[in-house]
Each structure stands twice: as structure tokens, then as C-alpha cells.
């Protein structure tokens, strides 16, 4: 597998800027590496939830995340926003691959790239299920 090589914000259909924080840096002077993910999963719930396919405290259907990856680029750090560009790779029966690139302040490349699937399931039961209406419409537009 080769590795992948930085994209640019063309690649990417939707954005959401995200300020980095102070708690944000670890000691070697850049965002740790735990931080990228949580930028990852905001860009992607903030999505859903201004599109009107997640209520985080309600809804019956909910996206569990079953595969994650990320490529590092360039280091962000505080106080650098970061922008979040997100599309979408696939649609599954039950699943959306989510693919999110990080850019620093007003760069036109990513710092990091990555993505992760999500697994729809009953909330209750925690099993899968069809992704719904919901969902499929509001990633219907983000996928490349």
C-alpha cells in the first residue's frame, strides 16, 4: 500500500472550521495525535445533527464507528485553526465511509487525512440496521 499524498480543499465538499485549544498540545509543541480523531468525529456528528439526521440524545438509529484511519502531513498546534473538509466515499446498506482532511489556518493541503466508517445500529439492541432516509440524505450530497 502506498502511501497517500496530501489533497487539497477541492477534493472535499463540505467544511466546518474548528479553533484548536491550549489543552490541545502535548509536550512536544504540536496537537496530539488523539486530537486529529476528535476533529474527525466533530466535522462528521455537526453534519448530521445541522442536517437534521442525528438527535445525539433521541435518535433510535445511531452510528457506531467500526474503522478509523489517519495520514499526518504537517503538524498543527495551537492556536492554528483548523478546518475540517469532509465528503463522503461510500454508502453502504448500513454504513457511511466518512473521509475528513485537516487544513491548517488558510493552507490549501491537508495537514492529515483520514477517515472512518460508521456502522448504523438500533440503539437499543446495538445491532445493524438499514442507515436511514435521514441519514442517506444528508451524506447523499458529500459523496465523491
Same mark, same amino acid.
Given at each position: 500500500?502506498? @502511501?497517500p499524498t496530501?489533497?487539497?480543499? %477541492?477534493a472535499y465538499? %463540505?467544511? @466546518? %472550521?474548528m479553533p484548536t485549544r491550549w489543552m490541545d498540545n502535548d509536550v512536544y509543541g504540536?496537537?496530539?495525535n488523539v486530537v486529529y480523531y476528535s476533529f474527525f468525529d466533530t466535522a462528521v456528528n455537526q453534519h448530521l445533527i445541522e442536517q437534521g439526521a442525528?438527535?445525539? %440524545?433521541r435518535s433510535? &438509529? &445511531?452510528g457506531l464507528v467500526?474503522?478509523?484511519r489517519c495520514v499526518f502531513f504537517a503538524s498543527l498546534a495551537f492556536p492554528d485553526v483548523v478546518t475540517a473538509g469532509l465528503r463522503v466515499g461510500r454508502i453502504g446498506e448500513s454504513s457511511v465511509r466518512y473521509e475528513i482532511g485537516l487544513f491548517r489556518n488558510d493552507d490549501d493541503t491537508t495537514a492529515a487525512q483520514g477517515h472512518f466508517i460508521h456502522v448504523y445500529v438500533d440503539r437499543a439492541?446495538?445491532?445493524? &440496521?438499514k442507515a436511514p432516509a435521514t441519514i442517506r440524505d444528508a451524506v447523499a450530497p458529500l459523496l465523491v
Amino acid at each position: 500500500m502506498s @502511501r497517500p499524498t496530501p489533497e487539497t480543499r %477541492a477534493a472535499y465538499r %463540505a467544511f @466546518r %472550521a474548528m479553533p484548536t485549544r491550549w489543552m490541545d498540545n502535548d509536550v512536544y509543541g504540536h496537537v496530539n495525535n488523539v486530537v486529529y480523531y476528535s476533529f474527525f468525529d466533530t466535522a462528521v456528528n455537526q453534519h448530521l445533527i445541522e442536517q437534521g439526521a442525528l438527535d445525539i %440524545a433521541r435518535s433510535a &438509529v &445511531v452510528g457506531l464507528v467500526v474503522e478509523t484511519r489517519c495520514v499526518f502531513f504537517a503538524s498543527l498546534a495551537f492556536p492554528d485553526v483548523v478546518t475540517a473538509g469532509l465528503r463522503v466515499g461510500r454508502i453502504g446498506e448500513s454504513s457511511v465511509r466518512y473521509e475528513i482532511g485537516l487544513f491548517r489556518n488558510d493552507d490549501d493541503t491537508t495537514a492529515a487525512q483520514g477517515h472512518f466508517i460508521h456502522v448504523y445500529v438500533d440503539r437499543a439492541t446495538q445491532r445493524p &440496521v438499514k442507515a436511514p432516509a435521514t441519514i442517506r440524505d444528508a451524506v447523499a450530497p458529500l459523496l465523491v
